[in-house]
């Protein structure tokens, strides 16, 4: 019912900045919500892993590796989040994916998970 699409992905030099969006996509006339949302990223042989978090209630955590750097954020008018990257390292290489906990419905809810198709996002040294 829910469909998630990143964009903002690309080529930069290493110390370069990027943002990344996540837009969420529903049919006509279906009720959603979030719950918590997500960055992953998976770089060639290495498991996907969380990259930055935010919940229902605003708060956000992110990898130790991006801390400082990597900012998440959301616009609900826009049904869109968002992934500030700054000082972009070549480890910071890999495809990033957009994660989503919807709950659908009004009367009868069903709550389930989203995964966007990912964007590359490459760092050159």
């Known amino acids: 019912q829910v469909q998630l699409v990143e964009s903002g992905g690309g080529l930069v030099q290493a110390g370069g900045s990027l943002r990344l969006s996540c837009a969420a996509s529903v049919a006509s006339g279906i009720i959603f919500s979030f719950n918590a949302m997500g960055w992953y990223r998976q770089a060639p042989g290495k498991q996907r892993e969380l990259v930055a978090g935010i919940t229902r209630g605003g708060s956000t955590n992110y990898a130790d590796s991006v801390k400082g750097r990597f900012t998440i954020s959301r616009d609900n008018a826009k049904n869109t989040m968002y992934l500030q990257m700054n000082s972009l390292k070549p480890e910071d290489t890999a495809v990033y994916y957009c994660?989503?906990?919807?709950?659908?419905?009004?009367?009868?809810?069903?709550?389930?998970?989203?995964w966007g198709q990912g964007t590359q996002v490459t760092v050159s040294s």
């Open positions: 994660n989503a906990d919807v709950t659908t419905g009004t009367l009868s809810t069903r709550r389930s998970n989203y």
